[in-house]
């Protein structure tokens, strides 16, 4: 049964127009689902308010109920990434898209279709998921499998209420034959493990994929240098982090600053969170508030396919989260012995690698359908990857094979889930902990009491630096100096090189509580994706395992933007104020800039010819504004310098880095060195070719490119180079608005700015910057995109009250 009242229809969804008000109940099965024993039916009933932006406001009696609104509510403004996601965790997409298109997920997995499908068939056949379902320890809770098994019946009636894939509105997807009311919970399941083991496994897809044993015609035999014939040439650091999914250059990131009662005008506290995330796939958030009236209430945003808040607020707690430094898995390396597939273990015995088969059913050419036979490799602690780029190919001497943490738990729905029932900071992170399902995050949080914390409490595997040093082979070393992670000897991968586990852990293998870094305080804390070393100026964390990061080392121009906002702001005493707060998002400072200093940029650009750019560069007000002239510039000049960026290229810095200083070292760039000179000529020499104007201002060229999006100008820029604290990039370009210079497709995403006020309220301030709906003919594609634009904010509607002054429909759903 579904009943509904609506203020303002114009408003709504347009593929909820369409919905039929007949009662309707889900049935099917997807094609790789598990069988399942017959179940009394269960019934579910919700209510689902959207108020302005189309904001979903759920209210439930129950977890099961509340996971059925929520599906609903992202099936009918997501719905054509949300069927990607869930066909991606079927393992189908050459079956109905094709074996040889793309698919990129926005931040690790990036492959054909048959590369992903033949991962995840494995995976199915191996009954992975299903396996962690069963798992007393590592699966999940009754109310996380609650809300799962209602989500999957929710997505189910809202595409039964639609009538057919024919009538979805948005053209990406209209009249696929592969989005059917046949959703299942184990589909769900899938694309929540998918997401989990992004930082790892998913890095590895086409190596993994890829993986053959050397031959005679290609023997993979590495460079003489490694006989020392010859002297070795490494990858720089840079281009091995690149390699594992750690990019410094493109960085996976985000920002999130808890300011505490000792620093705000409230005397409570208050939170800004800005993940960096892409504007299109399944990495996009969407926003939703979900109550069980009494006992759970919990506003914020969810990854698409997500049933939970995974950032966000309740009345007495705000948080938000940042990706990690910490490796989620390491590679073993295996030494080969009598064939490229057996290898040595243990007390001398010979192992042969796991070949693995899969049968994928692709779409041919002509329509019809066939099957395509690809093979993968596994030992017992995961799978074989052939990765040169890494140092980890796979030669006739030894090959690597990777654990991965997050590949061995199912707990993070659980984790969210239970972290919107927190209370105080110290209560978040002891159920965050509680959870084990943190799967590569950072967490910051501020109170009602006015404390705050930061914590990289993630999965993270359990190798000290003691084990590290005992049990890296001579390639692990080199990965471990030049990358942070370490690569294992795997002939002891069952016995002294295996992961430990804490005496504090949730699960074996991975560090408990008391090895992980954490700061509660009073005055404030952040994080920019830098390591967990300087959560504070005033407090740095030392002692911990490698693998989780580094120690005593430089800070990215985006940590020490975030770092300079609060600095500036409390200097001689002065309180931070809900305003205060919400200005740092759009002050869009350039940090970098400010470091340099105008007379230094000028003599550089002077040095390199630059012409009409150096005038430009001399009234530039070191900012990415839409207004701002000159932006574009040094954009291109820091993205030319050599190493690693500004960090840590001391080479052109004439104070080192220091970690006394850590906020104000390196400093005084060298004007006169001939690389730096290089960068400044070739950047503005780019600009040309591309007949980009030096004078242009900064709206003119940077604009929103999400799918369907109009080019709206957007103020912020370049991230962790130039030092945006307001980071927007093209990291995966589309094919929206590319005549411009730089069409935005990843970046600040769900933006929040909460502060907990006396008496009991929330100030509540968010912008979702590419909007709630995907679909690009909905009304709420991209109304807040024109907002962010605008340096405006969204006052998300909390209270009873609220949400009934800001309401533009009502329905009511039943099963």
């Not at 008000?21 to 099917?28: H, K, N, R």
């Not at 329509?367 to 780029?389: C, E, F, H, K, N």
């Not at 002692?543 to 200097?571: H, L, P, S, W």
Request: charged content about 15%; some cysteine; hydrophobic content about 35%.
């Amino acid at each position: 049964m579904v009943t509904s009242h609506t203020r303002l229809l114009a408003c709504a969804s347009a593929g909820a127009l369409l919905i039929s008000l007949a009662a309707s109940t889900s049935s099917g099965g997807s094609a790789l689902a598990a069988p399942s024993p017959a179940a009394d039916p269960v019934s579910y009933s919700a209510t689902i308010t959207r108020t302005e932006h189309g904001i979903p406001h759920i209210v439930a009696n129950d977890f099961g109920s509340l996971g059925f609104g929520a599906g609903y509510a992202a099936e009918q403004t997501t719905t054509c990434t949300l069927a990607d996601v869930l066909l991606t965790g079927r393992g189908q997409r050459s079956e109905f898209l094709g074996p040889n298109g793309h698919y990129d997920d926005g931040v690790a997995m990036n492959g054909t279709n048959l590369q992903t499908d033949a991962l995840v068939t494995d995976l199915h056949n191996r009954k992975v998921v299903e396996g962690l379902l069963a798992d007393p320890v590592a699966g999940p809770g009754a109310e996380a499998r609650q809300m799962v098994d209602g989500y999957a019946a929710g997505i189910d009636k809202y595409l039964t209420d639609l009538g057919g894939s024919q009538n979805i509105t948005d053209p990406a997807c209209k009249g696929a034959a592969y989005i059917k009311p046949d959703v299942t919970p184990l589909d769900v399941w899938y694309g929540v493990y998918l997401a989990n083991i992004l930082a790892s496994t998913g890095n590895f897809l086409k190596e993994i994929v890829g993986a053959t044993p050397p031959t005679l015609a290609s023997p993979g035999l590495p460079s003489l240098a490694t006989f020392g014939i010859v002297p070795p040439t490494l990858p720089s650091a840079g281009a091995l982090q690149k390699a594992l999914g750690k990019d410094p250059a493109s960085p996976f990131g985000s920002n999130a600053t808890a300011i505490g009662r000792s620093d705000t005008s409230t005397g409570e506290g208050m939170l800004l969170g800005n993940p960096h995330f892409p504007w299109n796939g399944r990495y996009r958030f969407s926003q939703q508030q979900l109550t069980i009236p009494g006992q759970y209430d919990v506003a914020g945003a969810s990854l698409i396919g997500s049933p939970v808040v995974n950032i966000g607020w309740n009345k007495d707690v705000a948080w938000s989260h940042t990706v990690s430094t910490a490796y989620r898995f390491t590679p073993y390396e295996y030494k080969l012995v009598g064939s490229s597939t057996t290898y040595l273990s243990a007390k001398g015995v010979i192992k042969h690698l796991d070949h693995r088969i899969v049968n994928v059913r692709v779409k041919n050419p002509d329509g019809s359908l066939s099957t395509v036979t690809q093979g993968m490799y596994r030992t017992p602690q995961g799978y074989v990857i052939d990765d040169p780029s890494s140092l980890m190919g796979w030669t006739p001497l030894s090959v690597f094979a990777i654990r991965d943490a997050n590949g061995e738990q199912l707990r993070t729905v659980d984790t969210f889930l239970n972290m919107g029932k927190a209370t105080s900071v110290r209560d978040l992170i002891a159920r965050q902990d509680a959870g084990g399902g943190m799967p590569w995050v950072n967490t910051t949080a501020a109170d009602r009491a006015g404390n705050v914390v930061y914590a990289d409490h993630s999965v993270v595997p359990d190798v000290s630096n003691s084990m590290a040093n005992s049990c890296m082979t001579p390639i692990g070393r080199v990965i471990q100096k030049l990358a942070g992670l370490p690569g294992l000897d795997g002939t002891y991968a069952d016995g002294i090189c295996k992961w430990k586990t804490d005496k504090d852990a949730e699960r074996p293998g991975i560090f408990g509580t008391k090895n992980l870094p954490v700061a509660y305080r009073t005055d404030w804390v952040m994080n920019s994706n830098d390591s967990f070393w300087l959560p504070n100026p005033a407090q740095k964390l030392t002692g911990y395992a490698r693998i989780i990061g580094c120690e005593n080392c430089a800070r990215t121009f985006r940590t020490k933007m975030v770092d300079q906002y609060v600095i500036d702001a409390t200097r001689g005493g002065a309180k931070i104020t809900p305003e205060i707060l919400r200005g740092f998002e759009h002050q869009n400072r350039v940090r970098g800039a400010e470091i340099i200093g105008t007379p230094a940029l000028v003599k550089v650009c002077q040095e390199a010819d630059g012409g009409d750019a150096c005038p430009v560069l001399a009234a530039w007000d070191k900012t990415s504004n839409i207004t701002s002239v000159g932006n574009q510039i040094f954009e291109e000049f820091v993205k030319r310098l050599p190493g690693d960026g500004l960090v840590g290229g001391e080479t052109y810095w004439k104070v080192p880095f220091n970690s006394a200083d850590p906020l104000n070292t390196p400093r005084t760039l060298d004007t006169g060195n001939n690389k730096v000179i290089k960068a400044m000529k070739d950047g503005i020499a780019f600009l040309r070719a591309q007949h980009i104007p030096m004078n242009a201002t900064w709206g003119t060229l940077q604009v929103a490119a999400d799918r369907g999006a109009p080019p709206i100008p957007l103020g912020g820029g370049l991230g962790d180079q130039a030092g945006n604290a307001n980071a927007l990039d093209s990291d995966t370009p589309g094919d929206t608005n590319t005549g411009y210079y730089k069409p935005v497709t990843y970046g600040s995403s769900h933006i929040q700015a909460i502060s907990f006020l006396p008496g009991g309220g929330i100030d509540a301030h968010t912008i979702l910057t590419y909007g709630q709906s995907d679909d690009p003919t909905s009304p709420w594609s991209s109304d807040q995109t024109v907002l962010f634009g605008q340096k405006q904010w969204v006052e998300f509607p909390w209270t009873p009250a609220q949400i009934a002054a800001q309401q533009i429909s009502s329905v009511t759903i039943t099963q």
